[in-house]
């Protein structure tokens, strides 16, 4: 191939270097195009042809349905890893020894009290908010609490910021769902896995012991893995162009939790569950839904369906979908919701309105079937796609950093009225 290409406008060439990633994807490198060719911008709505970055964390060939992280599998680490593990890699690029995983887990335990203070800001908050509300307002706020900046240039210090709000962040979560269950806060059990703490952090209470359950710990262990990283998502994104003014990183992360709230990223997992609701309380009326997302006059769209990259399968939900069964068997739960989800899948794997687009189940379609399954209101999904993707934000954020990447500034085709001159008020 060649090694560069060619843009040719009003009669003139010009040369853009072409870049390789190390899975053979090719990119053409514009950066010079604005200044050579003295103004002339491209224009990419969505972004859906445009790289921000030079990433080495996640790869994801949508086309073949396949996701790495940091070089492995995902499949491979949603079986033989666990989510600390995960989490480790991600963030500094390797898996980590025995020593950097025991001191990886004793450095979070270390960090995961939240200052007193943090209930007062809790306390102020309805019990209708939405915890993602609430989760993004705590974790900017911790900021306040925790007010000396990062020195990137420090490994310990990014270290320190790292394993800190690891320690901080379930917490919130748990304290998000207590106050929503009117349950007493408290900080969970230090002598215990991640996972597992934030389960009894979650459900404890106040009056008995928490049971473990080793089917839940592994199904919610293997969502926080799936959910880990997604390269350059919506809420990546916004992590690392926050990041890159140089906000801390406490209110990036904070950022990228009001992204990924919305119903058309992490949000869906909470729209999946509301649809087949809804469908449930419309006589489970399959047709009927499935007939609203083909109408293009109708702006419904089947939550749960179709992807960005994935045009063919995503690899999380084949894995999900698999952990979903094991919990429902074992919990002995005959959810009338999830046949609904079944005969969905199967009605649209087999239209060819959904063939034709190459729209498929994506994660969000299975995970809150697991979440429903072991009592987490539905409200509180996308905080849990959350936990899952703090690892993925931190990692990309100190990349960017480390990186020294330039604050993101997108440029604009303006098209709005040329220059007029105002008229004063009495005269309009
Ligand atoms: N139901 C019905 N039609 C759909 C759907 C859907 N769920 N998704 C896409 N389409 C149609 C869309 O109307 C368009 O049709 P046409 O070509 O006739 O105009 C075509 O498929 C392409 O859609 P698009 O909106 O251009 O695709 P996109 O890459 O911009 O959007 C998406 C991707 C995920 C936002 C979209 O598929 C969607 O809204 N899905 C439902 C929400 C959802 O499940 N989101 C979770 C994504 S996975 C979690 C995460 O990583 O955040």
Request: include cysteine; charge should be negative.
């Amino acid at each position: 191939m060649s090694e560069k290409a060619t843009l040719e406008l009003n009669g003139q060439k010009y040369d853009f270097p072409l870049k390789s990633g190390t899975e053979n994807e090719t990119a053409i490198d514009i950066s010079s195009l604005r200044n050579s060719t003295k103004g002339i911008i491209t224009l990419d709505s969505g972004f859906k042809n445009t790289g921000s970055c030079e990433s080495a964390i996640t790869f994801l060939d949508g086309e073949k349905g396949i996701l790495r992280y940091r070089g492995y599998s995902i499949e491979e680490l949603a079986e033989k890893a666990d989510f600390l593990e995960v989490a480790y890699l991600l963030i500094f690029g390797e898996l980590p020894t025995q020593e950097q995983n025991l001191k990886f887990h004793n450095d979070i335990k270390a960090q995961s009290v939240v200052d007193e203070d943090v209930k007062k800001i809790l306390d102020a908050f309805p019990k209708t908010a939405h915890p993602m509300g609430v989760l993004s307002s705590l974790t900017s706020a911790l900021t306040a609490f925790n007010p000396s900046s990062v020195n990137v240039n420090s490994e310990e210090d990014m270290y320190k910021a790292i394993v800190k709000i690891m320690g901080k962040f379930p917490v919130l979560v748990a304290w998000t769902l207590r106050k929503k269950n009117g349950l007493p806060l408290d900080y969970g059990e230090k002598n215990i896995g991640y996972v597992e703490n934030v389960l009894k952090m979650m459900f404890k209470q106040p009056n008995e012991d928490y049971v473990q359950n080793k089917v839940l710990i592994e199904a919610l262990d293997k969502l926080l893995i799936l959910h880990a990283d997604h390269e350059q998502n919506c809420s990546t994104s916004t992590v690392r162009i926050v990041g890159s003014s140089h906000a801390g990183l406490f209110a990036s992360l904070s950022a990228g939790i009001s992204a990924l709230w919305g119903p058309l990223h992490g949000g869906a997992n909470q729209a999946v569950l509301e649809m087949l609701e809804a469908i449930k309380a419309d006589d489970g009326d399959t047709k009927k839904y499935m007939a609203k997302a083909k109408d293009k006059n109708d702006p419904f769209r089947l939550m749960g369906f179709g992807h960005r990259v994935y045009k063919n399968f995503d690899p999380r939900a084949r894995i999900i979908k698999k952990a979903a069964d094991e919990v429902l068997e074992d919990l002995g739960i005959e959810d009338p919701i999830l046949d609904i989800a079944k005969g969905l899948e199967q009605e649209a794997l087999k239209d060819p309105y959904f063939v034709d687009r190459k729209l498929y189940p994506n994660v969000d379609f299975y995970s809150g079937i697991i979440y429903r399954a072991m009592g987490i209101p539905t409200d509180m999904f996308t905080v849990m796609f959350a936990l899952g993707r703090l690892p993925g934000w931190i990692a990309q954020w100190r990349e960017m950093r480390l990186n020294n990447e330039p604050i993101g500034r997108p440029r604009q085709l303006y098209v709005g009225a040329t220059e007029r001159s105002f008229v004063e008020v009495d005269k309009r």
